[in-house]
């Protein structure tokens, strides 16, 4: 069965500083994966995902098979950026998710 | 206005009682789901439907029940055999479009066990 690990529950950094969260999946075939966000008091909502190699609000996120991981990154963090992210991955050709535990982002001034 | 509707927003419940969370959608999406939010950790799934009439169990599913009579509707009931309901719990649906899979989330419904 497929697996996503978010291994950081908590990152905090410093407004302007480099952002990594990080993802890891395992499935043995090739999957399609996703980053979603919730902003406080919002719904949670697609923020990017691999197959469109876009850049949403400055984030990025290069799908890795090799390491099998989909690391979101950011080279400035901004403070309206603090929200818990989760990874996801869907099977090529299904339509269910499943999600990481997610990251909480905080992003102090 | 097109999307996810739950209600209630808030609900509470004394121990012992069934209670059902609503979820409808107009989107015309066939997969529906249901997950739970505790403060602090991620989704877990408890249950999903890929199609009418029919449904899986996710990670968390004991102590809940679910239906998919209709396209439109996926209720929740959580039965008083869940051991620690207090919880968010978030219901969404999802649809494969040329872009890839898409997955649109209510705005959630608050359950506290009193």
């Known amino acids: 069965a497929q697996r996503v690990t978010q291994p950081e529950k908590l990152l905090s950094v410093f407004k302007g500083a480099p952002v990594e969260l990080k993802c890891n999946y395992s499935?043995?075939?090739?999957?399609?994966l996703f980053w979603y966000v919730q902003y406080s008091r919002q719904r949670l909502q697609l923020l990017l995902r691999?197959?469109s190699r876009e850049s949403i609000k400055g984030f990025t996120a290069d799908l890795n098979k090799g390491e099998t991981s989909f690391h979101l990154k950011k080279p400035f963090a901004q403070e309206e950026d603090s929200a818990m992210y989760y990874c996801?991955?869907?099977?090529?050709?299904?339509?269910?998710?499943?999600f990481g535990g997610g990251t909480r982002l905080m992003v102090k001034p | 206005d097109g999307g996810i509707t739950q209600s209630p927003k808030y609900l509470f419940r004394k121990e012992g009682q069934n209670v059902t969370l609503s979820c409808e959608q107009n989107l015309n999406h066939d997969a529906m789901y249901w997950y739970r939010q505790d403060p602090g950790q991620g989704l877990r799934l408890i249950y999903y439907s890929q199609i009418v009439n029919d449904f899986q169990k996710g990670d968390i599913a004991e102590g809940y029940s679910v239906s998919r009579e209709k396209k439109e509707s996926f209720p929740l009931t959580v039965t008083s055999a869940q051991k620690n309901p207090t919880a968010f719990y978030l219901c969404?649906?999802?649809?494969?479009?040329?872009?890839?899979?898409?997955?649109?989330f209510g705005e959630g419904s608050w359950l506290t066990v009193v």
């Open positions: 996801a991955l869907s099977l090529v050709g299904g339509n269910m998710l499943t």
């Open positions: 691999h197959i």
């Open positions: 499935y043995s075939g090739s999957p399609e």
């Open positions: 969404a649906s999802s649809t494969r479009g040329s872009s890839g899979n898409t997955i649109y």
